[in-house]
């Protein structure tokens, strides 16, 4: 997508004053020291889609290399700054506001390197000027989001309805590179969603992809066939594959860059996994006080009596 392309206004009234300073003075900072950073999340939704939802962050994307140096900004400014999840995302709190700092994906799968920062879109945010990420990148992130209690289809979905003769598909073919399905499955549910402009994806797309399906589903079983490559979508869902099935956990494969230190801190903290909070002591109950009535039918204490 050109930097030149007409973007909607970003997110403003959808956040608290408080928090939306913070949020602005760390884009301030950042920008002022010649940090490279992209904005995405609902800030990048909302530019590329008009779509306006209030958010309870701010995302990020950076180099992974850049992260000593932003944290040494942020300290000056008195934040706190921690790295929850060492293969893809640390956080900036002021107070009980927050930043996601993102260099990866969750399933390790998109690294932020150099193209992320090739003719990026610019939009002010908050009053900033800033780049956000492009709309490609922002997809693939999306499209492996398949979680029980998070599923960012819609948000491809509408990325795509809102912008598809501007998205670079050979770009976003690349992008994909061997997991081509899930594009493939995507573009197929947006055909569904919206059946009257199901033309609006290129053609060749349609084809290539389809072609590719119908290639792969003539090969033999690969010798990989007992790989589940659900955790690529969902951290959580697929656990049962991979801890009583026997299945090799896709993470675990050349196609991401998680180690197995890095999917056991991130399947400790699925929320369903954390230990159960003690449940405070309920109180005794006191025995029932014995009561006798008096001579006009009152009820009278037993120390009464």
Request: net charge negative; glycine share 6%.
């Amino acid at each position: 997508m050109s930097s030149s392309a007409h973007l909607a206004p970003s997110l403003e009234d959808e956040v608290a004053p408080d928090t939306a300073a913070f949020y602005r003075r760390a884009l301030q900072v950042l920008t002022d020291a010649g940090v490279p950073f992209l904005v995405g999340g609902a800030f990048a939704h909302a530019c590329y889609t008009g779509i306006r939802r209030s958010t309870k962050d701010l995302d990020l994307f950076i180099r992974r290399e850049d992260y000593e140096r932003i944290v040494a900004l942020t300290d000056a400014e008195g934040w706190r700054s921690e790295m929850p999840y060492p293969h893809w995302l640390a956080k900036v709190y002021a107070g009980e506001d927050f930043i996601d700092l993102i260099f990866n994906s969750g399933n390790g799968l998109t690294p932020v390197d150099g193209r992320w920062f090739e003719d990026n879109a610019q939009a002010e945010i908050l009053g900033v000027p800033v780049c956000i990420a492009n709309m490609e990148d922002g997809l693939v992130s999306k499209a492996f989001i398949m979680e029980r209690e998070r599923y960012d289809g819609a948000d491809v979905a509408h990325l795509i309805q809102a912008n598809a003769e501007r998205i670079d598909w050979k770009k976003l073919v690349e992008r994909f590179g061997p997991h081509w399905r899930v594009l493939l499955a995507h573009l197929s549910l947006f055909g569904f969603i919206y059946p009257g402009e199901r033309h609006r994806i290129p053609q060749w797309v349609m084809d290539r992809l389809l072609l590719k399906l119908a290639d792969e589903n003539r090969e033999p079983p690969a010798i990989d066939a007992h790989i589940c490559a659900g955790t690529l979508l969902s951290r959580e869902q697929y656990l049962h594959d991979v801890e009583r099935l026997g299945y090799v956990d896709g993470r675990l494969t050349p196609a991401s860059t998680m180690t197995p230190e890095d999917v056991q801190t991130w399947t400790e903290a699925i929320p369903s996994r954390q230990p159960a909070e003690a449940e405070p002591e309920a109180e005794p109950e006191l025995p029932a006080v014995p009561v006798k009535l008096d001579g006009e039918g009152n009820a009278s204490p037993r120390w009464m009596v």
